[in-house]
């Protein structure tokens, strides 16, 4: 539950300013309270370019991981959240894994803290890494998810709340919060892959399903 006041005060606006931004969004608010899912008010705000950093942390807001997998579900993604696996007697976790038509967005949340650029980029190579040993885990069904069969190709994904200066590095797509809306698009993605950025490509023989 999410008080207007607290808003208000939080980025440092009059609280009438707040209600009409919320009017403006169709958030439904009674008594001065958000009367919505917290993730769906900030997506509204994120999507009509109001600075969601600020309208999350003066919100209460502490997961990421949810906002993405919220945001990726409403671009028409299955999602899977802190998928946790074991892999040739190496334990991963992936943030948020989502999926549809073919592609496959393997995702790292970094965040409300700005990060160096050099962070980002070792961020970036790990997470290839961790994404290429999750392909052959759902190829060789460990990973019993409710995936069709069929070939996918993976994007590594890391996301920042911040514009980062390197938007592509090892093959990862490092993006912030805002930029992954348009991530989300497949014309995107398909884009990206004719400028030169590699997928990471498997095959689901078969379906598994999650239990």
């Given at each position: 539950m999410v008080k207007i006041s607290d808003i208000s005060e939080g980025v440092g606006v009059d609280r009438e300013f707040v209600e009409e931004i919320l009017r403006n969004l169709r958030v439904n608010v009674e008594d001065g309270v958000i009367r919505e899912p917290l993730e769906a008010f900030l997506i509204?705000?994120?999507?009509?370019?109001?600075?969601?950093?600020?309208?999350?942390?003066?919100?209460?807001?502490?997961?990421?991981?949810?906002?993405v997998s919220y945001a990726l579900r409403e671009a028409g993604y299955s999602t899977y959240r802190t998928v946790r696996f074991k892999f040739r007697g190496r334990r991963f976790e992936v943030d948020v894994?989502?999926?549809?038509?073919?592609?496959?967005?393997?995702?790292?949340?970094?965040?409300?803290?700005?990060?160096?650029?050099?962070?980002?980029?070792?961020?970036?190579?790990a997470q290839h890494e961790r994404c290429s040993v999750l392909s052959k885990a759902l190829e060789a069904g460990i990973?019993?998810?409710?995936?069709?069969?069929?070939?996918?190709?993976?994007?590594?994904?890391?996301?920042?709340?911040?514009?980062?200066?390197?938007p592509v590095y090892s093959n990862s797509v490092i993006t912030s919060l805002?930029?992954?809306?348009?991530?989300?698009?497949?014309?995107?993605?398909?884009?990206?892959?004719?400028?030169?950025?590699?997928?990471?490509?498997?095959?689901?023989?078969?379906?598994?399903?999650?239990?």
């Amino acid at each position: 539950m999410v008080k207007i006041s607290d808003i208000s005060e939080g980025v440092g606006v009059d609280r009438e300013f707040v209600e009409e931004i919320l009017r403006n969004l169709r958030v439904n608010v009674e008594d001065g309270v958000i009367r919505e899912p917290l993730e769906a008010f900030l997506i509204k705000a994120w999507r009509a370019g109001y600075d969601v950093v600020s309208l999350a942390l003066n919100s209460g807001w502490s997961d990421l991981e949810a906002l993405v997998s919220y945001a990726l579900r409403e671009a028409g993604y299955s999602t899977y959240r802190t998928v946790r696996f074991k892999f040739r007697g190496r334990r991963f976790e992936v943030d948020v894994l989502a999926f549809k038509k073919g592609l496959s967005l393997c995702v790292d949340c970094k965040r409300w803290k700005r990060l160096r650029e050099g962070m980002l980029r070792r961020a970036a190579d790990a997470q290839h890494e961790r994404c290429s040993v999750l392909s052959k885990a759902l190829e060789a069904g460990i990973l019993a998810y409710d995936i069709q069969p069929g070939e996918y190709r993976m994007i590594p994904v890391v996301v920042s709340l911040y514009e980062p200066e390197v938007p592509v590095y090892s093959n990862s797509v490092i993006t912030s919060l805002r930029g992954l809306a348009d991530l989300a698009s497949e014309d995107t993605i398909y884009a990206l892959m004719t400028a030169g950025v590699q997928p990471i490509s498997f095959t689901v023989q078969r379906r598994i399903r999650l239990l």
